[in-house]
């Protein structure tokens, strides 16, 4: 999974599996989330986001978990397709913060074998 | 995002010159950002400005710096160039009244040799 401080982590997955990465975050007053994807040779595009009054949102075929708990985030893919490629970021945004205090991971690179 | 266009796309230039990145918005919105992306690392801001008048030092401001020429403009010069500022550099922007998401451009590979 993903977590701020570490090396960038990959996940390797067969096309039509499903794909969880994992974003761990470290303040516990954040209250909201974003997932990004970045393709190869492309900006950060949205994905999904979730505030912190949720545990779960769905998207097509993205579906994002929340578990204030443990500070864990997950962004789960059906049915991945090669398209998926790419390096996911997980981004936090703190208490009474604007974009400005938006904090992102490191990424999490997905390659899916066809 | 062909809605932030950022110029150049590609720059290679040397210790010590001086450098400016720019970026421009189609959407409307009035907060514009710089980040800068680095192999291994996360997106870290240099700067934001939430309208024309309103500039912010983010987290890594030092031998940056910036002017809002215009709500749809915002450009970022590097006033003497160093190596370590060879990096993704990426222009997004953001719309309060929409959330908090950011939009962002497709990025300036700068090369300091």
Same mark, same amino acid.
Request: with cysteine; aromatic share 10%.
């Given at each position: 999974? #993903?977590?701020?401080?570490?090396?960038? @982590?990959?996940?390797?997955?067969? #096309? $039509?599996?499903?794909?969880?990465?994992?974003?761990?975050?470290?303040?516990?007053?954040?209250?909201?989330?974003?997932?990004?994807?970045? #393709?190869?040779?492309?900006?950060?595009?949205?994905?999904?986001?979730? !505030?912190?009054?949720?545990?779960? !949102?769905?998207?097509? !075929?993205?579906?994002?978990?929340?578990?204030?708990?443990?500070?864990?985030?997950?962004?789960?893919?059906?049915?991945?397709?090669?398209?998926?490629?790419?390096?996911?970021?997980?981004? #936090?945004? !703190?208490?009474?913060?604007?974009?400005?205090?938006?904090?992102? $991971?490191? $990424?999490?690179?997905?390659?899916?074998? @066809? | 995002?062909?809605?932030?266009?950022?110029?150049?796309?590609?720059?290679?230039?040397?210790?010590?010159?001086?450098?400016?990145? /720019?970026?421009?918005?189609?959407?409307?919105? +009035?907060?514009?950002?710089?980040?800068?992306?680095?192999?291994?690392?996360?997106?870290?801001?240099?700067?934001?400005?939430?309208?024309?008048? +309103?500039?912010?030092?983010? /987290?890594?401001?030092?031998?940056?710096?910036?002017?809002?020429?215009?709500?749809?403009?915002?450009?970022?010069?590097? /006033?003497?160039?160093?190596?370590?500022?060879?990096?993704?550099?990426?222009?997004?922007?953001?719309?309060?009244?929409?959330? /908090?998401?950011?939009?962002?451009?497709?990025?300036?590979?700068?090369?300091?040799?």
């Amino acid at each position: 999974g #993903e977590s701020v401080g570490l090396h960038l @982590p990959t996940l390797s997955v067969q #096309e $039509g599996d499903n794909s969880i990465i994992n974003c761990a975050y470290s303040n516990s007053a954040s209250d909201y989330f974003i997932w990004y994807k970045q #393709e190869s040779g492309k900006g950060p595009q949205f994905i999904i986001d979730i !505030r912190s009054n949720m545990d779960k !949102r769905q998207g097509q !075929r993205v579906t994002v978990l929340l578990n204030k708990t443990v500070k864990h985030l997950s962004l789960q893919i059906a049915a991945t397709q090669p398209g998926d490629s790419a390096v996911y970021f997980c981004a #936090e945004n !703190r208490v009474g913060g604007s974009n400005y205090k938006l904090t992102f $991971g490191k $990424g999490t690179l997905l390659t899916v074998n @066809p | 995002d062909a809605d932030v266009t950022q110029t150049p796309r590609n720059r290679i230039t040397k210790t010590g010159k001086r450098i400016m990145l /720019e970026c421009s918005q189609t959407k409307g919105h +009035d907060r514009m950002y710089w980040y800068r992306q680095d192999p291994g690392l996360g997106l870290r801001l240099i700067y934001y400005s939430f309208d024309v008048k +309103d500039i912010n030092k983010g /987290e890594i401001s030092d031998g940056y710096s910036v002017s809002r020429q215009a709500q749809a403009k915002f450009s970022l010069s590097l /006033e003497s160039a160093i190596p370590n500022q060879t990096a993704l550099y990426f222009c997004a922007t953001s719309d309060p009244k929409r959330g /908090e998401k950011l939009f962002f451009g497709s990025g300036t590979q700068l090369s300091v040799l």
